[in-house]
């Protein structure tokens, strides 16, 4: 016999206003790790490898398919919200007839992939898959009943007996099914219930009516079921989040100063031995090398640092590429387009953008480097400005190897300055800079013999 696998469709509720987060973005764009809500429930339906996936959306209009914009993802209106079972309804004319069904909730995004695959599998082979939880306190969720074991129908807190409260095993809202008979029974729900709603929960007693099996699973964790629905809500999800993440960088070997004190908002690759001190905070992609060492209060977004490198304490760095070796901070900034070679130094409030600097130079202290051209073993003496901007167009700044500039120097660009050049302290570059000399632009300094300071005049009375 061969097995004939049912492609998979997964639906997304997340029409749902979100009241209690009193915000005017939609509840489901909020972000979880840098991420909308929703965003990390499309990824785990692009893990699970979805044919289809739809998003029903309602509250806050267009805001979500915009902001959601993927070729791989179609969009359904659900203008009103009826319930979660014509919240569904509204989707099934997109849906194929001989589909395996998967629905998930836009604000519950912690749910895996492994958690959800027995649920596929179960109706790949004709069955309901439902996911239940077992909680300590039940109160707003569905009960699952059972008689002699087995799920007979779901009921809503809203419509339940006493008796059917006390049950600690809930339904959580993600199943799967056929979806052949998902199209039967959503057509048949009705709304006589204490909300006036369409619960898609009601399809379970007609699976059962059917002689449709229910097949229940429980997650692995309590957390991967859990909603959003305030932002004390979200800052709790987030933090379970970002656990699991700390968690993975210990067991990988990253050594974190307390892991209850770093932000991963994205994804961050860590090399052997890598050392990252408290608060901080990365986006977007970063890889650290091999020893690289991290300082606290440090902000990286975007950025590739190579083995070896020491970033000190309070250090921002945004879209940039830092070599091995280097020493950054405490206080530093480096902003986009800026790569750094090796052995490169750049001190506290140095700020670098869109500028290469070559292997062995050293910026300090209290400098501004834009647009520049770097070569190597150049050094750049404290307060050192290059002057990019003339107010209306940028100019670029070239200083080549072995270079020396003097203290509180301007580079008027665009100039260059040739190799092994000196400038002497205080000098205001305006002309290119000859190879091998000394140039300077300030003042002979003189001595005014016998000058006095003004002394302050007496007030008659
Ligand atoms: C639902 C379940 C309940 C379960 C609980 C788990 C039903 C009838 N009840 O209850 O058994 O224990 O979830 O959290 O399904 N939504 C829409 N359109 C609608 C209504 C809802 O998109 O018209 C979306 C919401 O945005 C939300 C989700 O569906 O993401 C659940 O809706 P909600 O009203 O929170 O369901 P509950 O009443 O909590
Ligand atoms: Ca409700």
């Known amino acids: 016999m061969t097995l004939m696998q049912s492609q998979l469709e997964i639906l997304i509720l997340a029409a749902g206003k979100g009241t209690r987060m009193r915000s005017d973005l939609p509840k489901v764009l909020h972000p979880l790790a840098g991420k909308p809500l929703l965003g990390h429930v499309v990824d785990t339906a692009h893990a699970l490898g979805a044919a289809r996936t739809c998003v029903v959306y309602g509250f806050g209009g267009e805001a979500v398919p915009q902001a959601m914009a993927d070729d791989r993802l179609s969009f359904v209106l659900q203008a009103e919200q009826h319930g979660t079972g014509h919240a569904v309804k509204q989707a099934l004319p997109h849906l194929a007839d001989d589909s395996v069904v998967l629905v998930l909730y836009g604000d519950v995004p912690l749910i895996r992939p492994a958690t959800l695959q027995p649920l596929v599998a179960a109706a790949q082979a004709g069955r309901l898959g439902l996911l239940t939880v077992n909680l300590a306190h039940p109160d707003g969720y569905g009960r699952i009943v059972r008689e002699s074991g087995r799920v007979t129908r779901i009921v809503e807190h809203k419509d339940a007996t006493p008796a059917e409260r006390a049950i600690h095993e809930v339904n959580t809202g993600i199943l799967a099914v056929p979806s052949r008979q998902l199209k039967r029974w959503i057509a048949e729900l009705r709304n006589d219930n204490a909300q006036g709603e369409y619960y898609l929960t009601d399809v379970i007693a007609l ?10 699973h429980q997650p692995g964790h309590e957390w991967e079921v859990l909603g959003v629905n305030s932002k004390a809500q979200l800052a709790e999800l987030e933090r379970i989040h970002q656990n699991g993440i700390a968690q993975g960088l210990l067991e990988a070997g990253v050594t974190l100063l307390d892991p209850a004190r770093l932000d991963v908002r994205g994804t961050l690759a860590c090399g052997r031995d890598v050392v990252i001190d408290v608060n901080c905070v990365f986006e977007g992609r970063v890889e650290l090398g091999d020893g690289v060492q991290v300082g606290a209060h440090c902000v990286l977004r975007n950025v590739r640092v190579a083995a070896g490198t020491r970033i000190d304490a309070f250090t921002l760095i945004d879209d940039a590429e830092i070599g091995a070796a280097n020493r950054l901070g405490p206080f530093s900034r480096i902003r986009p387009g800026t790569r750094l070679a090796r052995d490169v130094h750049v001190g506290n409030f140095v700020e670098i953008k869109n500028s290469q600097i070559d292997d062995g130079s050293k910026i300090n202290h209290l400098s501004y480097v834009g647009d520049t051209t770097m070569g190597k073993r150049v050094n750049i003496g404290a307060g050192t400005i290059t002057c990019n901007y ?16 003097g203290s509180d120097t301007q580079l008027v660009a665009p100039v260059t300055v040739g190799r092994g050049a000196t400038l002497g302290a205080g000098t205001t570059l305006t002309k290119d800079a000859p190879a091998g000399e000394l140039t300077l632009s300030r003042a ?11 002394v302050k005049q007496k007030k008659e009375s």
Do not use: M, S, Y
């Open 207 to 216: 699976a059962v009516r059917d002689g449709v099996d229910v097949e229940t």
């Open 390 to 405: 003339d107010g209306a167009n940028k100019h670029r700044t070239v200083i080549e190897d072995e270079v020396f500039v």
């Open 444 to 454: 002979k300094q003189l001595t005014v013999a016998g000058w006095k300071r003004p």
